[in-house]
């Protein structure tokens, strides 16, 4: 049973252009998301995070927009940047379980000339 | 300062064979988690170690893995015989404190391949 879910495996963006990654979630207890960006061969480092309490978080070109009723939450990127190219993992957690994370499967973007 | 560091990048052995993966968390971070991921599926929780003690084990699948963390210091993941399945890669991370994910940080995880 999967919680977090990335339903777009990938998505190829041009450079300068907005990048929209989705993520739904199943369970009504998470209250803290996560995303996180990975390069290959290394490990997923943390992007941005968005509370339960907020709809909207910022931090310079990156946004993530959490929608509460929907279960949904979506990372912007403008502009996109052709660095921004990786796998993108939506994560959450809840206040019962703090000790572990729940991914998604990940999203592949790609930034084009 | 040294982010954490996992040993080795890659390994490759038998059904039936014997691996043991190693964690070096960031100095003074209490907290250790262990987390898989296999090929294009998500990255699954494993454990979570609090120094020494394992706070939560509830996402090791079997009991052919084995987690340790004597001293509360580096951490090893043992898995004995392995599977075709077990196959993925092992990510290890750590934090000062369970609930501040944004001072977690991961390491470049070990690909795992059993064949």
Redesign the interface.
């Given at each position: 049973d999967q919680q977090v879910k990335q339903n777009s495996p990938s998505l190829s963006v041009q450079e300068g252009r907005i990048s929209i990654l989705n993520c739904d979630y199943t369970n009504s207890m998470f209250d803290y998301f996560l995303w996180y960006k990975k390069y290959p061969a290394e490990g997923p480092t943390f992007l941005i995070s968005i509370s339960s309490i907020k709809d909207k978080n910022e931090d310079g070109r990156f946004t993530v927009f959490l929608n509460k009723s929907a279960k949904h939450l979506s990372l912007h990127i403008v502009p996109s940047q052709p660095g921004d190219s990786a796998v993108y993992f939506c994560a959450a957690s809840y206040t019962g379980t703090a000790s572990k994370l729940t991914f998604g499967t990940g999203t592949r973007l790609q930034v084009t000339l | 300062e040294a982010g954490?560091t996992q040993f080795p990048?890659h390994s490759v052995i038998e059904k039936g064979q014997t691996v043991t993966l190693r964690c070096d968390p960031i100095s003074g971070h209490d907290?250790l988690?262990w987390?898989r991921r296999v090929m294009?599926?998500?990255?699954?929780?494993l454990l979570?170690f609090v120094k020494e003690s394992k706070?939560?084990e509830?996402?090791m699948p079997n009991n052919r893995f084995l987690a340790e963390r004597t001293g509360g210091t580096y951490s090893t993941l043992k898995v004995q015989p392995a599977e075709l399945e077990d196959s993925g890669v092992y990510?290890c991370?750590s934090s000062p404190s369970?609930?501040r994910?944004?001072e977690?940080?991961?390491?470049?995880?070990t690909r795992l391949t059993v064949v």
């Open positions: - | 954490v990048s907290n988690y987390y294009g599926k998500e990255i699954k929780f979570h706070q939560d509830s996402g990510f991370a369970p609930w994910w944004t977690a940080f991961f390491g470049q995880g």
